[in-house]
Every structure is written in structure tokens, then in C-alpha cells.
T-cell receptor, first 113, second 109 residues
């Protein structure tokens, strides 16, 4: 089935560790996005990519890094510089045109222990 | 910077009642507005997309209106059912998506 796959669903990170969240899509979409969701708040944009080998910072990029080496993959690394990483992370994709629908994966829960 | 507000934050209604969910935004220069549904611990499912040139969109029991000049959108859900219980988010696209915090709906059987 076509869609967006995020893994792992649950991840625990120790203080000082970097962790990487995977996002894969088989929708042939050009644009991919990473959002963070905290309880009672709307989604906040971390990074987005409109095309392979190019990406831009969103509103809360500090402490995060991404890569876009393949059209179908957009992994997010949460670095030790991110002071409050415990959150629900959502990956999304779209055709890249402003008028089109955006589709979301099922999300990944990251908890710092 | 685009600000998106959803009021109320939570809503509880008996089964069969119509639902009215509100979304307001501060900058009317948008490409489109999208309504999403989110179940607990899950990703977002797109419900309706309204282009900036449209006034409303309908899908089954769902109807969304858009008044761009006043910065408002309303999602109507007719004859609510317990399965409609979820959080509903609106997102405004003005080169990137800006989300409201959502309205959590509980439909009581």
C-alpha cells in the first residue's frame, strides 16, 4: 500500500545520545516534512525538504539535523543539543505544490530517560 | 507570522448532535486550508482541503467553509457518532503549514 512509514514507533534516549528517526514514503512525493507535537499544542515544523539534496530549517530546527539523499527517505536526527526532546514526532509528505494535500505517517514517540 | 487558533479546545456532545468546530487565522494570504483528524497516539488523517478560491468543501457528513477575508474556517459534522470522537486540527498553508492546537471532541453514546 502507498503511504508513509515511520520507525521506530517508540524510542527511548539517554542523556547525551543522538537518535535517528526514520521516515520512508512510496507516494513519489517531492516534498517531505518533520513536525514535533507536544501535548495541547499544535504541530511545529522542524525541517522540510522540497527536493532531493536540499532542505530548509523550520521554526524549531535547533538541536535537530536531517538529510535527503533519496527522494523516498527523510531521516531526522535528534542530537544531544536538543534540550527537551521528549515529544511525538510526525513525518509528512506532499507533491510539493502549495495547493495539494499533505499526508502524515503514524508518528514516533521519543522519550528521554 | 501566521497564527492559527481553534476554539473551543474541547467539546462534548450527545450522539446525533451536529458539531461545529472553529478555526481562525491572522494572515489571509493563504493557498489553502486543511482539516485533519487525529486519534490518540496516531498520525493525522486529512479530512478536507479547501483552496483559497473556494468557499466550502463537502465530504459525506463533513462540510468545511472558508471565509478568507475574515480569517475563519468552520468544520461542520452532521449527526455525530461516537466514532467521531477525536482531535480535529486545522492547518493554514501560506507557503508552509501552520497548525492550530486542535479541538478534542467527545461524542457520548
Amino acid at each position: 500500500d502507498g503511504g508513509i512509514t515511520q520507525s521506530p514507533k517508540y524510542l527511548f534516549r539517554k542523556e547525551g545520545q543522538n537518535v535517528t528517526l526514520s521516515c520512508e514514503q512510496n507516494l513519489n512525493h517531492d516534498a517531505m516534512y518533520w513536525y514535533r507535537q507536544d501535548p495541547g499544542q499544535g504541530l511545529r515544523l522542524i525541517y522540510y525538504s522540497q527536493i532531493v539534496n536540499d532542505f530548509q530549517k523550520g521554526d524549531i530546527a535547533e538541536g535537530y539535523s536531517v538529510s535527503r539523499e533519496k527522494k523516498e527517505s527523510f531521516p531526522l536526527t535528534v542530537t544531544s543539543a536538543q534540550k527537551n526532546p521528549t515529544a511525538f514526532y510526525l513525518c509528512a509528505s506532499s507533491t510539493g505544490h502549495s495547493g495539494n494535500t499533505i499526508y502524515f505517517g503514524e508518528g514516533s514517540w521519543l522519550t528521554v530517560v | 507570522k501566521q497564527e492559527v487558533t481553534q476554539i473551543p479546545a474541547a467539546l462534548s456532545v450527545p450522539e446525533g448532535e451536529n458539531l461545529v468546530l472553529n478555526c481562525s487565522f491572522t494572515d489571509s494570504a493563504i493557498y489553502n486550508l486543511q482539516w485533519f483528524r487525529q486519534d490518540p497516539g496516531k498520525g493525522l488523517t486529512s479530512l478536507l482541503l479547501i483552496q483559497s478560491s473556494q468557499r466550502e468543501q463537502t465530504s459525506g457528513r463533513l462540510n468545511a467553509s472558508l471565509d478568507k477575508s475574515s480569517g475563519r474556517s468552520t468544520l461542520y459534522i452532521a449527526a455525530s457518532q461516537p466514532g467521531d470522537s477525536a482531535t480535529y486540527l486545522c492547518a493554514v498553508n501560506d507557503y508552509k503549514l501552520s497548525f492550530g492546537a486542535g479541538t478534542t471532541v467527545t461524542v457520548r453514546a
